[in-house]
Protein backbone atom coordinates (compact mmCIF):
# COMPACT_ATOMS: atom_id res chain seq x y z
CA UNK A 1 0.00 0.00 0.00
CA UNK A 2 2.87 1.75 0.37
CA UNK A 3 3.48 2.61 -3.32
CA UNK A 4 0.03 3.96 -3.38
CA UNK A 5 0.32 6.75 -1.51
CA UNK A 6 -0.60 10.29 -3.22
CA UNK A 7 -2.89 8.05 -6.18
CA UNK A 8 -6.26 7.89 -7.06
CA UNK A 9 -7.71 4.86 -4.88
CA UNK A 10 -10.44 4.73 -7.26
CA UNK A 11 -8.10 3.30 -10.15
CA UNK A 12 -6.09 1.09 -8.30
CA UNK A 13 -6.46 -2.38 -7.66
CA UNK A 14 -7.10 -2.94 -3.94
CA UNK A 15 -6.18 -5.75 -1.74
CA UNK A 16 -8.81 -8.27 -1.08
CA UNK A 17 -7.98 -7.87 2.68
CA UNK A 18 -9.39 -4.99 2.97
CA UNK A 19 -13.01 -6.55 1.26
CA UNK A 20 -16.07 -8.78 2.22
CA UNK A 21 -16.37 -11.34 -0.02
CA UNK A 22 -19.80 -9.46 -1.05
CA UNK A 23 -19.96 -7.15 -4.14
CA UNK A 24 -22.23 -3.88 -4.71
CA UNK A 25 -24.35 -5.85 -6.76
CA UNK A 26 -24.79 -8.54 -4.05
CA UNK A 27 -25.29 -5.69 -1.52
CA UNK A 28 -27.80 -4.00 -3.64
CA UNK A 29 -30.20 -7.04 -3.14
CA UNK A 30 -29.67 -7.01 0.95
CA UNK A 31 -31.50 -3.88 1.21
CA UNK A 32 -34.50 -6.54 0.68
CA UNK A 33 -34.00 -8.48 3.52
CA UNK A 34 -36.70 -6.87 5.17
CA UNK A 35 -39.45 -7.28 2.52
CA UNK A 36 -42.07 -8.17 4.39
CA UNK A 37 -42.53 -4.53 5.57
CA UNK A 38 -43.88 -3.67 2.52
CA UNK A 39 -46.39 -6.27 2.39
CA UNK A 40 -47.78 -5.64 5.45
CA UNK A 41 -47.76 -1.73 3.95
CA UNK A 42 -49.48 -3.24 1.03
CA UNK A 43 -52.62 -4.52 3.06
CA UNK A 44 -53.20 -1.15 5.02
CA UNK A 45 -56.44 0.97 4.31
CA UNK A 46 -54.99 3.82 6.10
CA UNK A 47 -52.37 5.56 3.24
CA UNK A 48 -50.69 7.29 6.48
CA UNK A 49 -50.16 4.03 8.28
CA UNK A 50 -48.89 2.49 4.71
CA UNK A 51 -46.65 5.49 4.84
CA UNK A 52 -44.90 4.39 8.63
CA UNK A 53 -44.35 0.84 7.25
CA UNK A 54 -42.79 1.77 4.06
CA UNK A 55 -40.19 4.41 6.37
CA UNK A 56 -39.63 1.41 8.32
CA UNK A 57 -38.84 -0.11 5.68
CA UNK A 58 -36.06 2.05 4.48
CA UNK A 59 -34.36 2.54 7.60
CA UNK A 60 -34.36 -1.41 8.63
CA UNK A 61 -31.01 -1.93 5.67
CA UNK A 62 -29.18 0.53 7.37
CA UNK A 63 -29.34 -1.31 10.78
CA UNK A 64 -25.72 -3.53 10.00
CA UNK A 65 -23.84 -0.86 8.98
CA UNK A 66 -22.36 -0.12 12.41
CA UNK A 67 -21.15 -3.69 11.87
CA UNK A 68 -19.39 -3.43 9.10
CA UNK A 69 -17.33 0.33 10.25
CA UNK A 70 -16.44 -1.33 13.33
CA UNK A 71 -14.62 -4.39 11.11
CA UNK A 72 -13.29 -1.80 8.65
CA UNK A 73 -14.48 -3.84 5.79
CA UNK A 74 -15.32 -2.76 2.27
CA UNK A 75 -17.61 -4.74 -0.55
CA UNK A 76 -16.25 -6.61 -3.51
CA UNK A 77 -15.37 -4.16 -6.35
CA UNK A 78 -17.99 -5.05 -8.85
CA UNK A 79 -16.80 -5.39 -12.79
CA UNK A 80 -18.72 -4.27 -15.96
CA UNK A 81 -20.81 -6.26 -17.21
CA UNK A 82 -21.20 -7.92 -13.82
CA UNK A 83 -24.77 -9.51 -13.19
CA UNK A 84 -25.96 -11.19 -10.13
CA UNK A 85 -29.77 -12.63 -9.96
CA UNK A 86 -31.40 -13.68 -6.68
CA UNK A 87 -34.72 -15.75 -7.29
CA UNK A 88 -36.54 -15.63 -3.96
CA UNK A 89 -40.19 -16.27 -5.46
CA UNK A 90 -40.51 -19.55 -3.52
CA UNK A 91 -40.17 -18.11 -0.11
CA UNK A 92 -40.53 -14.48 0.15
CA UNK A 93 -42.43 -13.51 -3.47
CA UNK A 94 -39.55 -11.88 -5.30
CA UNK A 95 -36.77 -11.96 -7.82
CA UNK A 96 -34.16 -9.50 -8.28
CA UNK A 97 -31.86 -9.05 -10.82
CA UNK A 98 -28.61 -6.66 -11.23
CA UNK A 99 -26.12 -5.75 -13.68
CA UNK A 100 -23.19 -3.25 -13.38
CA UNK A 101 -23.70 -1.65 -16.79
CA UNK A 102 -21.03 1.27 -16.35
CA UNK A 103 -17.60 1.40 -15.02
CA UNK A 104 -16.78 5.19 -15.30
CA UNK A 105 -18.91 6.41 -14.12
CA UNK A 106 -19.96 3.64 -11.94
CA UNK A 107 -23.50 2.91 -12.81
CA UNK A 108 -25.52 -0.37 -11.58
CA UNK A 109 -28.97 -1.12 -12.35
CA UNK A 110 -31.04 -3.04 -10.05
CA UNK A 111 -34.98 -4.73 -11.39
CA UNK A 112 -36.91 -5.63 -8.42
CA UNK A 113 -40.49 -7.94 -9.13
CA UNK A 114 -42.16 -9.77 -7.58
CA UNK A 115 -45.75 -11.85 -7.61
CA UNK A 116 -49.35 -10.28 -8.03
CA UNK A 117 -50.11 -8.95 -5.06
CA UNK A 118 -53.37 -10.73 -5.14
CA UNK A 119 -55.13 -7.56 -3.72
CA UNK A 120 -59.20 -6.91 -3.51
CA UNK A 121 -61.03 -4.37 -3.51
CA UNK A 122 -64.80 -3.54 -3.66
CA UNK A 123 -67.79 -1.76 -2.17
CA UNK A 124 -71.10 -2.51 -0.73
CA UNK A 125 -74.00 -0.11 -1.79
CA UNK A 126 -77.67 -0.37 -0.64
CA UNK A 127 -80.56 -0.01 -3.28
CA UNK A 128 -80.02 3.68 -3.69
CA UNK A 129 -76.55 2.68 -4.78
CA UNK A 130 -75.09 5.00 -1.81
CA UNK A 131 -71.94 3.34 -1.29
CA UNK A 132 -72.62 1.87 3.28
CA UNK A 133 -69.04 -0.48 3.45
CA UNK A 134 -65.66 -0.49 1.38
CA UNK A 135 -63.57 -3.54 1.17
CA UNK A 136 -59.81 -4.34 1.10
CA UNK A 137 -57.82 -7.05 1.28
CA UNK A 138 -55.84 -9.97 -0.27
CA UNK A 139 -57.76 -13.31 -1.78
CA UNK A 140 -55.49 -15.44 0.05
CA UNK A 141 -54.88 -13.39 2.75
CA UNK A 142 -57.90 -11.47 4.24
CA UNK A 143 -60.29 -9.43 3.64
CA UNK A 144 -60.82 -6.63 6.18
CA UNK A 145 -64.23 -4.22 5.48
CA UNK A 146 -64.52 -0.23 6.88
CA UNK A 147 -68.30 1.40 7.19
CA UNK A 148 -68.03 4.54 5.33
CA UNK A 149 -69.11 7.66 7.69
CA UNK A 150 -69.16 10.17 5.31
CA UNK A 151 -69.14 11.07 1.44
CA UNK A 152 -67.36 14.19 0.88
CA UNK A 153 -66.64 16.09 -2.58
CA UNK A 154 -65.17 14.32 -5.29
CA UNK A 155 -61.17 14.80 -5.98
CA UNK A 156 -59.57 16.22 -8.95
CA UNK A 157 -60.37 12.94 -10.85
CA UNK A 158 -63.67 12.85 -10.35
CA UNK A 159 -63.51 10.08 -7.57
CA UNK A 160 -65.67 10.42 -4.48
CA UNK A 161 -64.01 10.79 -1.36
CA UNK A 162 -64.65 8.49 1.87
CA UNK A 163 -64.84 9.10 5.38
CA UNK A 164 -64.13 5.42 6.80
CA UNK A 165 -64.52 4.38 10.08
CA UNK A 166 -62.40 1.33 12.37
CA UNK A 167 -60.87 -1.45 10.02
CA UNK A 168 -62.81 -4.98 10.86
CA UNK A 169 -61.02 -8.02 9.65
CA UNK A 170 -64.17 -9.80 7.64
CA UNK A 171 -62.07 -13.55 6.87
CA UNK A 172 -58.68 -14.39 7.66
CA UNK A 173 -57.71 -17.60 5.94
CA UNK A 174 -56.91 -20.41 8.32
CA UNK A 175 -53.07 -21.54 7.94
CA UNK A 176 -52.12 -24.95 7.06
CA UNK A 177 -50.66 -27.70 9.32
CA UNK A 178 -46.74 -27.81 8.87
CA UNK A 179 -46.91 -31.14 7.47
CA UNK A 180 -49.68 -30.05 4.31
CA UNK A 181 -47.66 -31.38 1.87
CA UNK A 182 -48.17 -34.87 3.09
CA UNK A 183 -51.89 -33.99 3.01
CA UNK A 184 -52.89 -32.75 -0.58
CA UNK A 185 -52.15 -29.17 0.76
CA UNK A 186 -55.58 -29.65 2.42
CA UNK A 187 -57.14 -27.57 5.24
CA UNK A 188 -58.41 -29.52 8.25
CA UNK A 189 -61.89 -28.84 7.00
CA UNK A 190 -60.78 -30.55 3.31
CA UNK A 191 -59.93 -33.49 5.57
CA UNK A 192 -62.58 -34.04 7.47
CA UNK A 193 -64.84 -34.36 4.15
CA UNK A 194 -63.62 -37.40 3.45
CA UNK A 195 -64.27 -38.98 7.03
CA UNK A 196 -66.85 -41.99 7.12
CA UNK A 197 -70.24 -41.24 8.66
CA UNK A 198 -73.09 -43.68 9.13
CA UNK A 199 -76.31 -44.03 6.91
CA UNK A 200 -75.14 -41.91 3.91
CA UNK A 201 -75.97 -43.00 0.57
CA UNK A 202 -74.68 -45.67 -1.36
CA UNK A 203 -73.73 -43.00 -3.67
CA UNK A 204 -72.06 -40.70 -1.69
CA UNK A 205 -68.13 -39.97 -2.36
CA UNK A 206 -67.07 -41.41 1.22
CA UNK A 207 -68.11 -44.98 -0.24
CA UNK A 208 -65.74 -45.15 -3.23
CA UNK A 209 -63.51 -47.67 -2.45
CA UNK A 210 -60.28 -46.71 -4.55
CA UNK A 211 -60.65 -43.66 -2.64
CA UNK A 212 -60.71 -44.88 0.59
CA UNK A 213 -57.90 -47.05 -0.11
CA UNK A 214 -55.89 -43.89 -1.51
CA UNK A 215 -56.46 -42.39 1.58
CA UNK A 216 -54.58 -45.51 3.28
CA UNK A 217 -51.49 -45.15 1.14
CA UNK A 218 -52.73 -48.29 -0.39
CA UNK A 219 -51.80 -47.58 -4.17
CA UNK A 220 -51.68 -50.41 -5.65
CA UNK A 221 -55.20 -51.95 -4.31
CA UNK A 222 -56.40 -48.26 -5.01
CA UNK A 223 -55.22 -48.11 -8.75
CA UNK A 224 -57.06 -51.68 -9.30
CA UNK A 225 -59.92 -50.58 -7.59
CA UNK A 226 -60.06 -47.47 -10.20
CA UNK A 227 -59.57 -49.77 -12.97
CA UNK A 228 -62.71 -52.13 -11.68
CA UNK A 229 -64.65 -48.50 -11.43
CA UNK A 230 -63.95 -47.98 -14.65
CA UNK A 231 -64.99 -51.11 -16.18
CA UNK A 232 -68.10 -51.21 -14.49
CA UNK A 233 -68.98 -47.80 -15.40
CA UNK A 234 -68.15 -48.12 -19.19
CA UNK A 235 -70.23 -51.97 -19.02
CA UNK A 236 -73.07 -50.02 -17.40
CA UNK A 237 -73.07 -47.11 -20.43
CA UNK A 238 -73.50 -49.54 -22.79
CA UNK A 239 -76.07 -51.37 -21.22
CA UNK A 240 -78.10 -47.99 -21.27
CA UNK A 241 -76.88 -47.62 -24.93
CA UNK A 242 -78.50 -50.30 -25.59
CA UNK A 243 -81.67 -50.53 -23.39
CA UNK A 244 -82.53 -47.10 -24.99
CA UNK A 245 -82.15 -48.20 -28.68
CA UNK A 246 -84.56 -51.09 -28.25
CA UNK A 247 -87.15 -48.45 -26.54
CA UNK A 248 -86.88 -46.46 -28.94
CA UNK A 249 -87.72 -49.91 -31.36
CA UNK A 250 -90.04 -50.31 -29.76
CA UNK A 251 -92.25 -47.24 -29.12
CA UNK A 252 -91.71 -43.34 -28.50
CA UNK A 253 -92.30 -40.76 -25.98
CA UNK A 254 -94.06 -37.44 -26.70
CA UNK A 255 -93.20 -34.29 -24.72
CA UNK A 256 -96.10 -32.10 -24.01
CA UNK A 257 -96.07 -28.56 -24.53
CA UNK A 258 -99.42 -27.61 -22.28
CA UNK A 259 -97.15 -28.81 -19.09
CA UNK A 260 -99.05 -31.94 -18.09
CA UNK A 261 -97.92 -35.38 -16.98
CA UNK A 262 -95.54 -37.21 -20.17
CA UNK A 263 -97.34 -40.14 -21.56
CA UNK A 264 -95.46 -43.27 -22.94
CA UNK A 265 -97.74 -44.75 -26.32
CA UNK A 266 -96.22 -48.30 -27.78
CA UNK A 267 -97.06 -48.95 -31.01
CA UNK A 268 -97.80 -52.46 -31.35
CA UNK A 269 -96.27 -54.99 -32.32
Given at each position: MKNCIGKDLTKIPMPVNFSEPLSMLQRLTEDFEYSEILD?????????EQLSYVAAFHVSFLCYNGLLIDLNCFMQHYFWGETYECDRMDDMGWRCINEQVSHHPSTGCLNFARDASGSVTGCVMNNAEVVRYVLNGTWDT????CAVL???ETDTKGKPVFELGPSK???TRRQLTEEQERYYCFTEFACQLNESEAGVAPSDSRMRP???????????EANTEK???????????????VEAEQAATEGAR????DGSTCKEERSEK
Open positions: QAAMCSDSCKIDGKIKTLWDQRLMEEAKWDVRLEEKQRANRRRREDLPT
